[in-house]
C-alpha cells in the first residue's frame, strides 16, 4: 500500500523567512511519482511539481525548491524568502506507474506566513 | 478558457435527500477523479473513470455513485445511504498519455453542507 506522511500539520513563519515543508512516502512500486499541490483559501488545488523515481535531482522554481531523496523516502518543499502570498495548504501526493491510477494524498501542511 | 468548473459553490441538504454535484472540463482530458476533503485530512478518493461510460469506485465510494456519458462531465451524486456527507468536494481531470501518471488538475470544489 502506498502512504504519504506529511509530520507537520501547521507552520507559522515571519515573512521573508524561509521554510521547508516535509514528505515522507512509503510505497513497494519501483516506478512511482510524487506531487506537491498548493490549496489557497479559494479552495482550489493549485500544481506545483511532478517528479518521477528516477530523477534525484533537485529542483528550482524561482523561490520554490524540492529535494527528492530516494534513500530516505522523502521529498522536501522548500520556500525561500516566504510572503504572505504563500500562506496555504500544501498537500504532498504520491502514485504508481501502473496507468493513471489516482493520487494518495498526505494530510497536508497548513503554512501561514505573517507580516 | 480551459479549465475544470464544479457547481454549485455551495451546496446545503436536508437530511435523506440525493444531491447531484456537477463537474466539467473543457480541457479534452480523459480520466476524471472526485475527491472528499474533512477539515485537517488529505484528500480521499471518491471514484474515477478513465473512459466514457467506464468508471472505478475509490476508497470512500459507498453512499455515493457518479456517471460518465460524455468525456467533458463527471457528475457526483451524493445519496441518502452517506452518512456522514458534510465535506468539500474536489474534482480533477487527466490526460491519458505517454507512459506513467499524467498530472492531475483541480476544479474549485464545491462545499457541502448537510443541514
Known amino acids: 500500500a502506498q502512504k504519504v506522511t506529511q509530520a507537520q500539520t501547521e507552520i507559522s513563519v515571519v515573512e521573508k523567512e524561509d521554510v521547508t515543508l516535509d514528505c515522507v512516502y512509503e510505497?513497494?512500486?519501483?516506478?512511482?511519482?510524487l506531487f506537491w499541490y498548493k490549496q489557497p483559501p479559494s479552495g482550489e488545488l493549485v500544481f506545483l511539481i511532478r517528479?518521477?523515481?528516477?530523477?534525484?535531482q533537485n529542483e528550482i522554481s524561482g523561490r520554490y525548491s524540492w529535494n527528492f531523496q530516494k534513500s530516505t523516502s522523502s521529498f522536501n518543499f522548500t520556500i525561500t524568502a516566504s510572503q504572505v502570498v504563500d500562506s496555504a495548504v500544501y498537500f504532498c501526493?504520491?502514485?504508481?506507474?501502473?496507468?493513471?491510477?489516482?493520487?494518495?494524498f498526505g494530510k497536508g501542511t497548513r503554512l501561514s506566513v505573517i507580516a | 478558457d480551459g479549465g475544470i468548473t464544479q457547481s454549485p459553490k455551495y451546496l446545503f441538504r436536508k437530511e435523506g435527500q440525493n444531491v447531484t454535484l456537477s463537474c466539467e472540463q473543457n480541457?479534452?482530458?480523459?480520466?476524471m477523479y472526485w475527491y472528499r476533503q474533512d477539515p485537517g485530512q488529505g484528500l480521499r478518493l471518491i471514484y474515477y473513470?478513465?473512459?466514457?461510460?467506464?468508471?472505478q469506485k475509490g476508497d470512500i465510494a459507498e453512499g455515493y455513485s457518479v456517471s460518465r456519458e460524455k468525456k467533458e462531465s463527471f457528475p457526483l451524486t451524493v445519496t441518502s445511504a452517506q452518512k456522514n456527507p458534510t465535506a468539500f468536494y474536489l474534482c480533477?481531470?487527466?490526460?491519458?498519455?505517454?507512459?506513467?501518471?499524467?498530472?492531475?488538475?483541480f476544479g474549485p470544489g464545491t462545499r457541502l453542507t448537510v443541514l
Open positions: 480541457l479534452n482530458h480523459d480520466a
Open positions: 473513470s478513465q473512459i466514457v461510460n467506464d468508471f
Open positions: 480533477a481531470s487527466s490526460i491519458l498519455a505517454g507512459a506513467g501518471p499524467n498530472t492531475q488538475y
Open positions: 517528479r518521477n523515481s528516477f530523477d534525484e
Open positions: 510505497t513497494r512500486d519501483t516506478t512511482y511519482y
Open positions: 501526493a504520491l502514485t504508481g506507474n501502473s496507468g493513471n491510477t489516482p493520487l494518495v
